[in-house]
């Protein structure tokens, strides 16, 4: 499979994890970080546009293409895309920024609502997990040359 089929498959799977794990959670919660991470709100001009919840997941899991794509060049120049703690620490970071656009909108967290903080900041570590377990066996084939040799 090409790099980029590979990239975007990481983006697509990892971006329905989360958006699962976070709609799982409102479900049973309450707690609305389902829809912090679909809300566009904040943005001019299309933050009024009625869209379906099915366009804005697809949104989504576009920016998670998105993302999964930009940090694995960048950690490729690095030589680090094998390491589990960039993915953990861009994840956080990302998300812990994210958070705060819920001060833009009456429809998400309150931004001192401390339990919806800690599900949306673990969704994101897990997000971040997720990706750098999806590049390891989608991606990186040190292993698959290291069994090679061993076999020659």
Same mark, same amino acid.
């Given at each position: 499979?090409?790099?980029?089929?590979?990239? #975007?498959?990481?983006?697509? $799977? *990892?971006?329905?994890?989360?958006? !699962? +794990?976070?709609?799982? /959670?409102?479900?049973?919660?309450?707690?609305?970080?389902?829809?912090?991470?679909?809300?566009?709100?904040?943005?001019?001009? #299309?933050?009024?546009?009625? $869209? *379906?919840?099915?366009?804005?997941? !697809? +949104?989504?899991?576009? /920016?998670?293409?998105?993302l999964v794509y930009a940090i694995y060049f960048l950690f490729r120049r690095w030589n680090i895309t094998t390491r589990l703690t960039p993915y953990i620490?861009?994840?956080?970071?990302?998300? !812990?920024?994210?958070?705060?656009?819920?001060?833009?909108?009456?429809?998400?967290?309150?931004?001192?609502?401390?339990?919806?903080?800690?599900?949306?900041?673990?969704?994101?570590?897990?997000?971040?997990?997720?990706?750098?377990?999806?590049?390891?066996?989608?991606?990186?084939?040190?292993?698959?040359?290291?069994?090679?040799?061993?076999?020659?």
């Open positions: 499979m090409k790099l980029v089929i590979k990239l #975007i498959s990481i983006g697509v $799977i *990892s971006g329905f994890i989360l958006g !699962g +794990l976070f709609k799982f /959670i409102e479900q049973f919660t309450g707690k609305t970080v389902y829809v912090l991470l679909m809300n566009i709100d904040y943005f001019p001009i #299309i933050g009024k546009w009625k $869209i *379906s919840e099915t366009v804005e997941f !697809g +949104l989504h899991v576009i /920016i998670s293409i998105l620490l861009v994840s956080g970071v990302v998300g !812990g920024m994210l958070y705060m656009t819920t001060v833009l909108s009456e429809r998400t967290p309150d931004i001192d609502d401390f339990t919806a903080f800690i599900y949306w900041f673990g969704g994101h570590i897990l997000y971040g997990m997720v990706v750098w377990f999806l590049v390891i066996i989608l991606i990186d084939k040190r292993k698959d040359r290291n069994d090679n040799q061993e076999k020659s």
